[in-house]
């Protein structure tokens, strides 16, 4: 996933609540760093959830634990970071959340950046505007990879809210569109689960 486009503070407070029905928090990079062993246990553990879930091939699990430690090379873009896990649907879909300070961010270079990076294919902006997070944009980009001489396409979804002093940053990632098309109802969710922190940015 692309890195963020402005530095989050890790030493902001906020509070977070997600659906675990269809989200598995991934660990964090003080997680890693303290436990040598967090990364394979978090791996057991997600391909656990999904075979308490559904009947799994050792070929699903096989594929699972694959994807598993890929997004697990992603921890620490993001302060919080989610795999979408629908029931009984592969899924490789991630969403990253970050608050922030409003002014570590310029809306208007993000986007710029955000939609002219090389490998976007198409994009759509749309404007939002929220009672509890305020207002911003939501771009979705459809971009590909070329994996064993096949174009695979890749969505790419980002929400970036303004509410006074402070950002919002949402960005989800991933290639089984299936997956994708049910993750659509629930961004706007998960921007409702943040609670923005009640003081100024230091």
């Given at each position: 996933?692309?890195?963020?486009?402005?530095?989050?503070?890790?030493?902001?407070?906020?509070?977070?609540s997600?659906?675990?029905?269809?989200?598995?928090p991934?660990?964090?990079?003080?997680?890693?760093?303290?436990?040598?062993?967090?990364?394979?246990?978090?791996?057991?553990g997600?391909?656990?959830?999904?075979?308490?879930?559904?009947?799994?091939?050792?070929?699903?699990r096989?594929?699972?634990t694959?994807?598993?430690e890929?997004?697990?090379?992603?921890?620490?873009?993001?302060?919080?970071?989610?795999w979408?896990?629908?029931?009984?649907?592969?899924?490789?879909?991630?969403?990253?959340?970050?608050?922030?300070?409003?002014?570590?961010?310029?809306?208007?270079?993000?986007?710029?950046?955000?939609?002219?990076?090389?490998?976007?294919?198409a994009?759509?902006?749309?404007?939002?505007?929220?009672?509890a997070?305020?207002?911003?944009?939501?771009?979705?980009?459809?971009?590909?990879?070329?994996?064993?001489?096949?174009?695979?396409?890749?969505?790419?979804?980002?929400?970036?809210?303004?509410?006074?002093?402070?950002?919002i940053?949402?960005?989800?990632?991933?290639?089984?569109?299936?997956a994708?098309?049910?993750?659509?109802?629930?961004i706007?969710?998960?921007?409702?689960?943040?609670?923005?922190?009640?003081?100024?940015?230091?």
């Amino acid at each position: 996933m692309t890195p963020l486009p402005f530095e989050s503070d890790a030493a902001v407070h906020w509070d977070f609540s997600y659906d675990a029905e269809w989200f598995l928090p991934l660990p964090t990079s003080d997680d890693l760093h303290r436990e040598p062993l967090a990364g394979e246990e978090w791996i057991e553990g997600a391909v656990a959830h999904y075979t308490e879930r559904a009947e799994l091939t050792a070929g699903d699990r096989e594929a699972l634990t694959v994807t598993a430690e890929a997004l697990l090379s992603l921890v620490g873009n993001a302060a919080t970071q989610l795999w979408f896990t629908p029931r009984g649907v592969y899924s490789d879909v991630v969403v990253e959340v970050t608050v922030a300070a409003a002014a570590a961010m310029e809306a208007d270079k993000v986007l710029e950046e955000l939609a002219t990076l090389p490998d976007a294919t198409a994009s759509e902006l749309i404007a939002l505007d929220t009672d509890a997070h305020g207002h911003g944009f939501l771009l979705r980009r459809t971009s590909a990879v070329v994996l064993e001489d096949q174009a695979r396409p890749i969505a790419n979804w980002t929400v970036l809210l303004r509410k006074g002093e402070w950002a919002i940053m949402v960005m989800a990632m991933g290639s089984t569109l299936e997956a994708f098309a049910l993750m659509e109802e629930h961004i706007l969710r998960v921007v409702q689960g943040i609670t923005l922190p009640s003081g100024s940015p230091q």
